[in-house]
């Protein structure tokens, strides 16, 4: 997959002769590859909760493959926003704000720590509470990180309301899952 996303944007990048309009291409498409990946992450357990089967089994079994897909995709997606901002800074900062390349840094941290700590050694090493922590409000602020940065464009072409839905429907996935989870676990029976 990694290798899959690296090649998409260097082929956007050379098919629009290496300028600045193909690096803003491959951050569009990075932007929708990374996306994509972190909603199949963010929904596998739900999906499994409310779907029981073999898809569902498949998506938790490859959920840190996904999320490290998702993280290699969003490091390409950084270095061509790096990219563009040194080829074309006025450009760069015609698109963006300060504001939100501090709230992107604080998403990218999340991301990067998440990664880091996807291998099995990493729950021994942090503990089960810290490491499920980290990983819990990683997902949440990327969560964010990604409605408003869509949410943000919809006046911009009414399109960007597609990604804004589609993170509100696996919200919405996971809000069920849960109560469904709760529903059908066994309640605690009164002592004596």
Do not use: C
């Amino acid at each position: 997959m990694a290798a899959a996303v690296l090649l998409m944007a260097l082929l956007m990048i050379a098919a629009e002769g290496g300028g600045t309009d193909g690096i803003r291409l491959a951050i569009r498409a990075t932007a929708r590859t990374s996306l994509a990946l972190f909603l199949i992450a963010f929904s596998a357990s739900a999906v499994q909760r409310l779907f029981p089967g073999s898809l569902g089994e498949w998506l938790l079994q490859n959920r840190r493959w996904t999320g490290l897909a998702f993280a290699f995709s969003h490091l390409v997606h950084a270095v061509l926003l790096k990219a563009l901002l040194t080829i074309d800074p006025g450009l760069f900062w015609s698109l963006t704000n300060p504001r939100s390349v501090v709230t992107g840094a604080i998403a990218y941290g999340f991301i990067a720590l998440m990664a880091a700590t996807s291998l099995d050694g990493a729950v021994r090493w942090l503990g089960a509470r810290t490491w499920k922590w980290l990983h819990s409000a990683g997902l949440w602020v990327i969560w964010v990180s990604f409605v408003f940065t869509n949410a943000k464009r919809i006046a911009v072409s009414p399109w960007y309301l597609v990604p804004v839905l589609l993170l509100v429907f696996a919200l919405l996935l996971r809000i069920l899952s849960r109560r469904l989870q709760r529903r059908l676990s066994p309640r605690s029976q009164p002592a004596g």
